[in-house]
């Protein structure tokens, strides 16, 4: 079934009234294929993502996508529902080539703070009434903006030797406050979760301001993928996004998005591998989390960080075997996967048997020495609280969103792959702390196992002669000019989004990563002030980021 066919009668009954919610304010209408496009004039930006949030209900900014065009500069609102995320809409605004501002969403979506910020480091669009418009990924010592069309690539980035000092010069006490001092901790500090620097402002003990500085790991994934072939060339980078157990999730959400912009349709039998090794991943991810974060609120390397490390080299042992890599996968294709399970079959599916089949158990072990430690529920248990309606003006999606009480998973939601045709549940716990966070990746590990079991029962039954790995794609894939498409995955650490628009060629003209980790660490700051250190440190470690995705 085309996508189209999926689609278009739900959109069309909404749009008539979106056409009236907004009829002053439309300017034009653009064709999204995942969406209704409405054009808007660039000083109605507030005015129209307040009506679209508050009288149709649309409270989750996914995403904003900024490029330039030859004649003018698009920022492009991609809107959804928390209660039904198919249910999207997208708001482009476009300004002039030679004056590009245009109005903030920030006073109505907090998500688009660092969103236009990027918008404005990478792209060169200014956001009027933005509450702190400067860089965000790039020193702001930077010249020119890197994805703008005249942008000199080879031009060599010339910075003065004052620019070098010390940042640590600066940690002292404010003139104006006595009791204030301010304390960097990272970008190299074991804490951070890799290269991030945390601006911490503490009044005594107690934090009252802290500000994430990221950008240390920027590589401009966007563009390379800008410069990479449809079919087979964008395919390896998105492991490398989330590179710590999350390749075959990442690499799912370039799959979906270019598929649907090619109308690909991947074979039952694919889809089914796909999503056991899919669940396989999240697992190994979610080991992690929990390992680390027993690190950051002990301090030391105990036993629960073994245990975790233990159980997640047993799911990356029957990832090695699937995919014949152990963290770079690159075992999806577009319309498949690269090859067929690992012969012998019988061994490879009790191996994964084995691996479900102890889950229980050792998860037993794990909240005999977590959740139900007296000591960990101290550290955890009311503080870095993130109230609900916070995290969805965040932008909080993943475990982060469903430990604040949001029930939202995309594989239920917004189903893809196998997900629907299974039988599991979306765990949500209301703690807003983070305690409820760690109970989340714990009880979806739970889950991950029940639908690895399903699957393999489902592949252990599939007739040989209808194993039918990959789609027929041509070799060279070229979407019609002018076709855009925003398509997101669950990811481990939530909605991992990509958005294409393609302009004829073999390339994407715009590739636009959504990263769940780059939103969720956005609202640090909400869980930290007023919180001592210790427990900023544990806020931190609940949010489980990884600096490679809020960079990319």
């Known amino acids: 079934m085309s996508l189209q066919e999926e689609e278009t009668p739900e959109i069309e009954a909404d749009e008539s009234e979106l056409e009236a919610l907004l009829d002053d304010l439309v300017v034009d209408r653009d064709d999204h294929m995942n969406a209704p496009a ?51 809409v997208s708001v482009v605004v476009p300004t002039d080539a030679e004056n590009p501002v245009s109005e903030s969403a920030e006073p109505v979506f ?69 009791d204030t001092m301010f304390v960097n901790i990272g970008p190299h500090h074991p804490a951070t979760h890799g290269v991030l620097h945390l601006e911490t402002t503490l009044d005594g003990e107690q934090v009252i301001d802290v500000e994430p500085d990221i950008g240390y790991l920027h590589r401009n994934e966007e563009q390379m993928a800008q410069n990479g072939t449809y079919r087979h060339q964008i395919m390896p980078y998105p492991d490398r996004w989330d590179y710590i157990s999350a390749g075959l999730l990442n690499e799912w959400a370039y799959a979906r998005a270019a598929e649907d912009l090619a109308d690909i349709q991947v074979p039952e039998y694919a889809q089914v591998i796909r999503t056991m090794g899919a669940e396989l991943c999240r697992i190994a991810a979610h080991m992690l989390a929990v390992g680390t974060f027993a690190l950051d609120i002990y301090g030391d390397f105990t036993a629960i960080f073994m245990y975790a490390i233990r159980d997640r080299e047993k799911a990356q042992n029957i990832l090695e075997d ?13 319309g498949g996967v690269v090859w067929d399970l690992p012969e012998p079959r019988d061994e490879f599916f009790q191996k994964t048997r084995e691996f479900v089949d102890e889950l229980p158990d050792l998860l037993e072990e794990y909240h005999d020495l977590i959740t139900g430690n007296e000591i960990l529920q101290m550290r955890t248990v009311d503080t870095g609280v993130l109230p609900t309606e916070v995290a969805k003006n965040y932008g909080a999606t993943g475990p982060v969103a469903r430990g604040s009480g949001i029930d939202y998973d995309l594989r239920r939601d917004d189903p893809y792959g196998y997900y629907d045709e299974l039988d599991w549940e979306v765990p949500v716990e209301d703690g807003c702390d983070n305690f409820s966070r760690l109970l989340v990746r714990l009880r979806e590990v739970e889950e991950s196992a029940k639908i690895i079991e399903q699957c393999v029962d489902i592949l252990e039954d599939w007739p040989e002669d209808e194993r039918n790995i990959q789609a027929n794609v041509p070799r060279t894939l070229r979407p019609e000019d002018d076709k855009e498409i925003y398509r997101t995955v669950e990811g481990a650490k939530g909605e991992l989004g990509v958005y294409i628009r393609a302009d004829g060629t073999e390339k994407p003209a715009r590739f636009k990563i959504r990263s769940p980790c780059f939103s969720n660490l956005q609202t640090l700051p909400e869980m930290s002030n007023g919180e001592y250190i210790p427990d900023m440190i544990a806020a931190l470690g609940s949010l489980d980021i990884v600096l490679g995705e809020v960079d990319r």
Not at 44 to 59: F, H, M, P, W
Not at 117 to 132: F, K, Q, T, W
Not at 165 to 173: I, T
Not at 322 to 334: D, P, W
């Open 38 to 88: 409405f054009v808007i004039r660039p000083d109605s930006v507030q005015e129209t993502l307040g009506r679209l949030k508050n009288e149709a209900g649309y409270d989750h900014l996914s995403l904003v996508t900024a490029e330039e065009y030859p004649d003018r500069y698009e920022s492009i609102y991609h809107l959804k529902k928390f209660d039904d995320p198919t249910d999207e």
């Open 322 to 334: 699937l995919t014949g890599q152990r963290l770079m996968f690159n075992y999806f294709r577009l």
């Open 110 to 178: 907090r998500t688009a703070d660092w969103h236009e910020r990027e918008a404005y480091d990478l792209v060169g669009i200014e956001y009027d009434d933005h509450p702190d418009l400067r860089r965000i990924l790039l020193p702001e010592t930077w010249q020119g903006h890197p994805m703008s069309r005249d942008y000199d690539q080879d031009r060599p980035q010339m910075v003065p030797l004052r620019e070098h000092a010390n940042p640590l010069q600066e940690d002292q006490r404010s003139d104006a406050d006595s």
